[in-house]
């Protein structure tokens, strides 16, 4: 095709309120860029959800080891038994009075009640993701300049 067999073909259409289709456009890029933001946030904390799991296991594994190993010095007797009945009746007494404690203890929270914030470890993001976080980051604020030209 020529230059001028596609200008032939070409044909155009009126719009009506060219302003208002261009603002409803960029809203939606404003939308659009927003959840795009969130999913790298989501992204984000998943990775850091499945390193902590790993974490986890690898300490589980090394507790379960150790455990072994304590297992095999030891010496093999036939007092676990009769330890562990003992232990068995000091943990519910250890129960009892812990339960007579927190019993008080909602009582006098009752009375006299406090108010407790938590502090919430900021959240380690990755560089790479940083870096697409603040290109969409940048596009938002584009797309706000162009929306505030527009009014």
Known sequence: ???KESEEEAFYVGIKDPIEIRRSIL???KDIVQYLQRAERFKAVRAEKIEQILKLKGL???IKGLIRKLRMALP???IRVSL???EEKLKQEEF???AEAAKKKIKIEKKAPV???KEVPPIEEKKVEMTELEKLEK???EIESRLGRLS
């Open 60 to 62: 589980d594994k090394e």
């Open 1 to 3: 095709m020529t230059k």
């Open 115 to 117: 108010k407790v914030e």
């Open 139 to 141: 596009e938002l604020s």
């Open 27 to 29: 809203e939606s890029s």
């Open 84 to 86: 562990y009945k003992r």
């Open 96 to 98: 009892k009075k812990e």
């Open 76 to 78: 093999k007797t036939k």
